[in-house]
């Protein structure tokens, strides 16, 4: 056996959680370059910049969506892929014990987490026999809200603004820039794209994951891809749906396409969205060690160059002094002062809930008092301290998944604030109006940054849903987010639609 195998591939976890490979820092080095200072979205990246940096130099999740592990393994002929399925599994189950990944790993009938992210189909690892004498393992972490902005179509068809979809590379242009375009902020743009033209339904979609394995910054070794890859770039990047969705000059960081052979019945094309907080990295191990012979990825250096320059004069929020601070619980009357585009700084008690939070909310009375209370649409990484807890990664979660619950939780329970990512629909901006609420844009990811505005957790309701889906109790202080939809029928996240809708149909 590979006596130090285990112990590469768990420092390969923790490497790829918590520290991101040069080819993406590079990516969003640039997206910081091409805003204009003080606008919304040179703030989120401001954000996500020192996000970054915290997350790299304290070994914390750069966001506490930690995701699906995927492995991609090489094996040189011989080796024993049980016993090395078996090790992954155990490193993956130690790197959640450590806090760097979050449990994720849910029973599909019973909602029950198994707490370790071993489950069956978790973590996903796929073998392959190669020539070489190594083994290479590589990683990607992909978390659940840039996973539910994957699209698939089946072409010809019909797309919003941008008509008929032929089986062409025409076609398959459409239906990439339909598919950022849906993806809006709800899968923390800027984003990057891994295609497939063509496969089945399955094959193609495992194939557009695994174009995210290229760098950000390679040239496709096919002249009509590469052609196709540059000038989906350009395009998406005319959208202005920016960071977040707040509109800006950067709304994709990379497009990978490849190709598969189909059935001529069938002509797919699938797209698999990652986030900004794009963790993928590798290692290239000896086969009779184990022990890591090179990191894939990073240059030949493990040390991580920061994206905030030493000296600048960046440290925490950047304010401009307008922002508004909210003391929870907050008065009806001051909620309904607030308009879409201030800047909020929240204070004071603040409750996490999400997907079985709200669903509970439907049919019971909340296990503590929500009125005038602000609601984090948030699935921390939490670390038992002693008789305490300490938050280690809290960013938002995106928000439209609770979209059939919230406007009727804000009216029986008498919410004031929503805090999320990624905007919500119709039925909570109209919820919003009646119950008077708002809604609050934190910048996804950013769950370093996010958990040290967390000064302590003062207890936890519903454990019984899992460390993510309980409802913790937090006290924050200056908790900085946007208003993207306030009580008077206005919402950022429907304005921009409209208009990078507007900007797609001069694309077609
Ligand atoms: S950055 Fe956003 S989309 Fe990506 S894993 Fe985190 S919460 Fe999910």
Same mark, same amino acid.
């Given at each position: 056996m590979l006596p130090a195998f285990f112990d590469s591939v768990v420092e390969l976890v923790v490497k790829t959680s918590t520290d991101l490979p040069p080819d993406v820092r590079a990516a969003m080095r640039a997206a910081m370059g091409a805003e204009p200072p003080d606008t919304r979205s040179s703030q989120a990246?401001?954000?996500?910049?020192?996000?970054? !940096?915290?997350? &790299? =130099?304290?070994?914390?999740? +750069?966001?506490?969506?930690?995701g699906m592990p995927t492995f991609e393994v090489h094996v040189p002929r011989g080796s024993d892929q049980i016993w090395m399925r078996e090790q992954i599994r155990a490193a993956v189950s130690k790197a959640t014990k450590m806090g760097k990944l979050r449990?994720?790993?849910?029973?599909? +009938?019973?909602?029950?987490?198994?707490?370790?992210?071993? %489950?069956?189909?978790?973590?996903? +690892?796929?073998? !392959?026999?190669?020539?070489?004498?190594?083994?290479?393992?590589?990683?990607?972490?992909?978390?659940g809200g840039c996973e539910n902005t994957n699209a698939q179509y089946s072409l010809p068809a019909e797309l919003d603004h941008l008509g008929r979809a032929d089986? =062409?590379?025409?076609?398959v242009r459409k239906c990439i820039? *339909? /598919?950022?375009?849906? &993806?809006? %902020?709800?899968?923390?743009?800027?984003?990057?794209?891994?295609?497939?033209?063509?496969?089945?339904?399955?094959?193609?979609?495992? *194939? /557009?994951k695994e174009q995210l394995f290229r760098t950000l910054d390679d040239t496709n070794p096919d002249p009509r891809l590469a052609t196709l890859e540059a000038s989906i770039? !350009?395009? &998406?990047?005319?959208? =202005?749906?920016?960071?977040?969705?707040?509109?800006?000059?950067?709304?994709?960081? %990379?497009?990978?396409?490849?190709?598969q052979n189909r059935l001529p019945a069938s002509f797919f094309v699938s797209v698999a969205y990652d986030c900004w907080a794009f963790r993928r990295l590798g290692v290239r191990l000896d086969a009779s060690t184990g022990a890591v012979k090179s990191w894939l990825y990073r240059e030949g250096t493990t040390k991580s160059t920061p994206l905030v320059a030493a000296g600048a004069e960046v440290e925490g929020f950047p304010r401009t002094g307008r922002e508004i601070p909210l003391q929870a619980p907050i008065a009806e009357e001051q909620i309904r002062s607030l308009k879409v585009g201030d800047v909020v700084l929240i204070s004071g008690r603040v409750f996490t809930g999400r997907d079985a939070v709200h669903a509970h909310l439907m049919k019971h009375d909340p296990p503590v008092d929500l009125r005038g209370g602000v609601l984090y649409h948030c699935?921390?990484?939490?670390?038992?301290?002693? !008789? %305490?807890?300490?938050?280690? &990664?809290?960013?938002p979660t995106t928000s439209i998944r609770e979209e059939p619950y919230? /406007?009727?939780?804000?009216?029986?329970?008498?919410?004031?604030?929503?805090?999320?990512?990624?905007?919500m629909g119709a039925k909570t901006l109209a919820g919003l109006q009646d119950s008077g609420g708002v809604y609050l844009n934190a910048i996804g990811g950013a769950a370093q940054f996010y958990a040290r505005c967390i000064e302590r957790v003062t207890g936890v309701s519903l454990m019984e849903f899992g460390t993510p889906e309980a409802m913790w109790h937090l006290e924050v202080r200056d908790f900085p987010a946007i208003v993207t939809m306030d009580a008077h029928g206005n919402s950022l996240h429907r304005d921009i639609e409209q208009e990078s809708g507007a900007v797609l149909e001069t694309l077609r």
């Open positions: 990246l401001t954000i996500i910049a020192q996000n970054i !940096d915290q997350a &790299a =130099t304290g070994e914390g999740a +750069i966001c506490q969506a930690t449990p994720n790993s849910v029973d599909s +009938i019973t909602g029950e987490n198994s707490g370790d992210n071993l %489950g069956p189909g978790t973590p996903i +690892i796929h073998f !392959d026999q190669w020539e070489e004498p190594d083994v290479e393992v590589k990683l990607i972490l992909k978390g089986r =062409t590379l025409e076609g820039l *339909h /598919a950022v375009w849906k &993806a809006q %902020g709800k899968g923390c743009s800027p984003g990057a794209v891994g295609v497939c033209i063509g496969g089945d339904r399955t094959s193609g979609y495992l *194939h /557009a770039m !350009d395009a &998406a990047n005319r959208l =202005t749906i920016g960071p977040m969705g707040f509109s800006g000059q950067t709304s994709l960081i %990379g497009c990978k396409i490849g190709a699935g921390p990484v939490v670390v038992k301290e002693g !008789d %305490g807890w300490r938050v280690t &990664a809290a960013g919230q /406007a009727e939780i804000l009216k029986r329970y008498g919410v004031r604030a929503v805090i999320g990512k990624g905007g």
